[in-house]
């Protein structure tokens, strides 16, 4: 079945889980995954509630939809949803396993690593270890509207400060 969700339904999709995230307290970033027309994996960011620093979003939707891909041949592309723009350790994630497009909503200047993937020297010794397709700014504006929300509930803390940096 080839994939029915649009890039704009997907992050749709990541601001859904975002706002479940929100309501559970963390920071309103959420992930999706999807292959074949199916979301096989979701997850929020868990800084607060784990009290970790490498619980993203978009890392544990990509480890939850790790295994239930395995290493089995894949019909159809992995794509990977987030309302706001992965990091360099979750596009490293996304590299390893061999996502295939990266949509997001909203760009993240402090730390987003879309700029960085575009200029990323592919290897011969490793032709499938590459950035994927990545987009950016769809429902942008969406997502701008929820950090907004987050900062004005959010207790003050570095957090908050960071979402505000995203708000303008």
């Known amino acids: 079945m080839a994939s029915t969700l649009g890039p704009s339904e997907l992050v749709a999709a990541a601001i859904e889980v975002a706002e479940a995230g929100m309501a559970a ?3 309103p970033i959420g ?9 096989i994996a ?3 960011t868990r800084d ?3 009290g970790r620093r490498l619980v993203h979003a978009d890392l544990l939707a990509m480890t939850a939809a790790d295994e ?6 894949r019909a159809h592309p992995v794509r990977l949803a987030v309302n ?13 396993l061999k996502v295939d497009e990266v949509y997001y909503g909203l760009e993240s200047p402090g730390d987003g690593g879309a700029a ?6 592919v290897s011969p010794d490793m032709p499938w270890y590459r950035p994927p397709v990545i987009v950016g700014g769809l429902r942008r504006d969406e997502v701008r509207g929820q950090f907004r929300l987050y900062c004005e509930r959010a207790p003050e803390s570095g957090f908050r400060r960071w979402a505000e940096t995203l708000t303008g």
């Open 25 to 27: 307290g963390e920071l």
């Open 68 to 73: 239930q891909l395995g290493w089995r041949p």
């Open 84 to 96: 706001l723009e992965p990091c360099l350790m979750c596009l490293g994630a996304a590299m390893a």
């Open 48 to 50: 607060v509630s784990l």
């Open 42 to 44: 979701s997850a929020f």
């Open 31 to 39: 992930a999706v995954v999807e292959t074949g027309g199916e979301i």
């Open 116 to 121: 960085v993937a575009a200029r990323w020297p």
